[in-house]
C-alpha cells in the first residue's frame, strides 16, 4: 500500500513576502492581482479582521489605512523560484513526487511509513521552513482525494500541529462528515449545487451514494472521487510534467494605450516571454495568435479581434516569432480605440526532438543551427543574470505600457541589483 501526502505551502504569496520583510509576521498582509486590482492572498490575520478574497483594492484603500493592513503588488518573479525551492526541499524526501501548483505537492511513501505519519510530517515542515522560509501543512491519506482532504484539517485546525492524517477508512467516516460537499477536491460549484439539492451535504454522505447514480449525474470522474474518498486508489501521482499544446502570455496594460508602436512592444515582449517557455520544455510552435481589446467595462467605443499565422516549419526562434506576431498586430489594429489588452498565443506546439521533419528544414541546417545556439547563449544570459538582461529591440525600453504595480516587492532572488540587503 503507498501513502500519499499533500504538501501545500500556507498563503503562499504572503509567507513568500515575510520571508525577506520579517516585520510582516502578526501583520494582516495582503497580496493584489495584476494593475493592484483585486484581493488574491490575504495573511490568517488579514482574513481574521474581515478581508474578503478578491476585493478591489480601491474599495478597500481606507479600510487598510485604519487596520494597518500591508499590502503588496504581485510579484510574479518572487513567488516562481521560491515555489521551485520548496520543491526542491521536498524532494529530499521522497523519490516520488507530483508538482500539483505553485504552492502545493503531492509526495508517495510506503505502507511502512503509516506509523510514522505525524513524524514524518513534522520533519517535512521543519525543513521547509528551515531551507526556504515558507510554513507548510501535510496531510496524508492512501488516496490523493483523501490526502487532500486531510491537508483541510492539517492546515485549518490548530490541535493538528499542521500535520494530519485520512488513512484509516473506518476512523475516516467522522471526519468526512466535516468536510462541505462543495469542498471535496475536484467536484466544482455545479456539481456541489446537484449533490445539495439532493441534500448530499458531506464527502461521508457523497461516498455512500449508488456507483450508478453517480456516474450517471456526475461522469465517471465523479464516480473515481468516490471511490477515492472510499479508500480506493483512482488517480496516480503524475511525475513528468506535461508539455503544454498552447502557451499563452497575456497582461492587461497599466493604462489605455492607443499607439500601435507600443502595441507591437508589449506583443514582442510576451511573445519573448512565451518562446522562453517554449524553449524550455523542448518545444516548437506551428502558430502564433495575437489578440487585442479594449475595456469591457467602460462605455468607450469596443474592439476586440485576434489574427493567427501558422508556420511552414514549426519554429521556436524568438525573432522569426515576433515578426509573425507584430505582422498579425497590424492586420487587425484599428486606430481610435483605447486598448486594455493585448496577448499572444502559440499553437500546435509539438516536441522539438520526437516529431516528424519537415523536408524544408533539410537545406536550413546550417542557419537552423546558428539559430539554435543564439537561442541558447540568450536563454543562458538571462537565467544567469536576471529575466531580461539582453532584451530585443522590438520590446521597447521605457514600456509604459506596463502593468501598474506600484507596491512590489523586490525580486529577492532572481535579481543581482536587487538583492535582500542586510543592515
Given at each position: 500500500?503507498?501513502?500519499?501526502?499533500?504538501?501545500?505551502?500556507?498563503?503562499?504569496?504572503?509567507?513568500?513576502?515575510?520571508?525577506?520583510?520579517?516585520?510582516?509576521?502578526?501583520?494582516?498582509?495582503?497580496?493584489?492581482?495584476?494593475?493592484?486590482?483585486?484581493?488574491?492572498?490575504?495573511?490568517?490575520?488579514?482574513?481574521?479582521?474581515?478581508?474578503?478574497?478578491?476585493?478591489?483594492?480601491?474599495?478597500?484603500?481606507?479600510?487598510?489605512?485604519?487596520?494597518?493592513?500591508?499590502?503588496?503588488?504581485?510579484?510574479?518573479?518572487?513567488?516562481?523560484?521560491?515555489?521551485?525551492?520548496?520543491?526542491?526541499?521536498?524532494?529530499?524526501?521522497?523519490?516520488?513526487?507530483?508538482?500539483?501548483?505553485?504552492?502545493?505537492?503531492?509526495?508517495?511513501?510506503?505502507?511502512?511509513?503509516?506509523?510514522?505519519?505525524?513524524?514524518?510530517?513534522?520533519?517535512?515542515?521543519?525543513?521547509?521552513?528551515?531551507?526556504?522560509?515558507?510554513?507548510?501543512?501535510?496531510?496524508?491519506?492512501?488516496?490523493?482525494?483523501?490526502?487532500?482532504?486531510?491537508?483541510?484539517?492539517?492546515?485549518k485546525e490548530k490541535w493538528t500541529n499542521g500535520v494530519f492524517e485520512l488513512c484509516d477508512t473506518h476512523?475516516?467516516?467522522?471526519?468526512?462528515?466535516?468536510?462541505?460537499?462543495?469542498?471535496?477536491?475536484?467536484?466544482?460549484?455545479?456539481?456541489?449545487?446537484?449533490?445539495?439539492?439532493?441534500?448530499?451535504?458531506?464527502?461521508?454522505?457523497?461516498?455512500?451514494?449508488?456507483?450508478?447514480?453517480?456516474?450517471?449525474?456526475?461522469?465517471?470522474?465523479?464516480?473515481?472521487?468516490?471511490?477515492?474518498?472510499?479508500?480506493?486508489?483512482?488517480?496516480?501521482?503524475?511525475?513528468?510534467?506535461p508539455t503544454k499544446k498552447t502557451i499563452v502570455t497575456s497582461r492587461s496594460f497599466g493604462k489605455p494605450?492607443?499607439?500601435?508602436?507600443?502595441?507591437?512592444?508589449?506583443?514582442?515582449?510576451?511573445?519573448?516571454?512565451?518562446?522562453?517557455?517554449?524553449?524550455?520544455?523542448?518545444?516548437?510552435?506551428?502558430?502564433?495568435?495575437?489578440?487585442?481589446?479594449?475595456?469591457?467595462?467602460?462605455?468607450?467605443?469596443?474592439?476586440?479581434?485576434?489574427?493567427?499565422?501558422?508556420?511552414?516549419?514549426?519554429?521556436?526562434?524568438?525573432?522569426?516569432?515576433?515578426?509573425?506576431?507584430?505582422?498579425?498586430?497590424?492586420?487587425?489594429?484599428?486606430?481610435?480605440?483605447?486598448?486594455?489588452?493585448?496577448?499572444?498565443?502559440?499553437?500546435?506546439?509539438?516536441?522539438?526532438?520526437?516529431?516528424?521533419?519537415?523536408?524544408?528544414?533539410?537545406?536550413?541546417?546550417?542557419?537552423?543551427?546558428?539559430?539554435?545556439?543564439?537561442?541558447?547563449?540568450?536563454?543562458?544570459?538571462?537565467?544567469?543574470?536576471?529575466?531580461?538582461?539582453?532584451?530585443?529591440?522590438?520590446?521597447?525600453?521605457?514600456?509604459?505600457?506596463?502593468?501598474?504595480?506600484?507596491?512590489?516587492?523586490?525580486?529577492?532572488?532572481?535579481?543581482?541589483?536587487?538583492?535582500?540587503?542586510?543592515?
Open positions: 500500500m503507498k501513502i500519499l501526502a499533500l504538501v501545500d505551502c500556507n498563503n503562499f504569496y504572503v509567507s513568500c513576502e515575510r520571508v525577506f520583510i520579517p516585520s510582516l509576521q502578526n501583520t494582516p498582509t495582503v497580496v493584489l492581482s495584476n494593475n493592484d486590482g483585486c484581493v488574491i492572498a490575504r495573511s490568517q490575520e488579514a482574513k481574521t479582521i474581515g478581508v474578503p478574497m478578491g476585493a478591489p483594492a480601491f474599495k478597500y484603500k481606507t479600510f487598510f489605512e485604519k487596520h494597518g493592513v500591508r499590502v503588496f503588488s504581485s510579484n510574479y518573479a518572487l513567488y516562481g523560484d521560491m515555489s521551485q525551492r520548496v520543491v526542491n526541499t521536498l524532494s529530499t524526501f521522497a523519490s516520488s513526487m507530483e508538482v500539483y501548483s505553485i504552492d502545493e505537492s503531492f509526495l508517495e511513501f510506503s505502507g511502512e511509513d503509516l506509523k510514522n505519519l505525524n513524524e514524518i510530517g513534522q520533519k517535512i515542515r521543519q525543513k521547509v521552513l528551515k531551507w526556504t522560509g515558507i510554513p507548510v501543512s501535510v496531510g496524508f491519506g492512501i488516496t490523493k482525494t483523501l490526502a487532500k482532504a486531510a491537508n483541510k484539517f492539517a492546515k476512523k475516516n467516516e467522522d471526519f468526512l462528515k466535516q468536510i462541505p460537499v462543495n469542498d471535496i477536491w475536484g467536484i466544482g460549484r455545479k456539481n456541489g449545487k446537484k449533490l445539495s439539492d439532493r441534500n448530499i451535504t458531506n464527502a461521508y454522505l457523497f461516498k455512500e451514494l449508488p456507483d450508478l447514480w453517480i456516474k450517471k449525474n456526475l461522469t465517471v470522474t465523479g464516480l473515481q472521487t468516490a471511490m477515492e474518498l472510499r479508500g480506493i486508489p483512482c488517480f496516480t501521482l503524475d511525475k513528468s510534467q494605450v492607443l499607439s500601435l508602436p507600443e502595441l507591437e512592444e508589449s506583443v514582442a515582449s510576451y511573445v519573448t516571454r512565451a518562446a522562453e517557455k517554449l524553449r524550455k520544455q523542448q518545444s516548437l510552435a506551428g502558430g502564433i495568435m495575437v489578440f487585442i481589446e479594449t475595456n469591457p467595462h467602460n462605455t468607450l467605443p469596443q474592439y476586440s479581434n485576434s489574427a493567427t499565422i501558422k508556420f511552414q516549419i514549426a519554429t521556436d526562434y524568438t525573432p522569426e516569432l515576433i515578426s509573425a506576431a507584430i505582422k498579425s498586430l497590424r492586420s487587425i489594429y484599428k486606430t481610435g480605440y483605447r486598448f486594455k489588452k493585448t496577448g499572444v498565443v502559440l499553437l500546435d506546439i509539438i516536441n522539438k526532438s520526437n516529431r516528424q521533419a519537415n523536408l524544408l528544414e533539410l537545406t536550413n541546417n546550417i542557419r537552423n543551427e546558428k539559430q539554435n545556439n543564439l537561442m541558447k547563449i540568450l536563454d543562458a544570459a538571462n537565467t544567469r543574470f536576471g529575466k531580461g538582461t539582453l532584451n530585443y529591440a522590438s520590446e521597447g525600453i521605457n514600456q509604459s505600457w506596463q502593468m501598474s504595480r506600484n507596491f512590489k516587492s523586490p525580486d529577492y532572488t532572481t535579481c543581482w541589483t536587487e538583492l535582500p540587503e542586510i543592515k
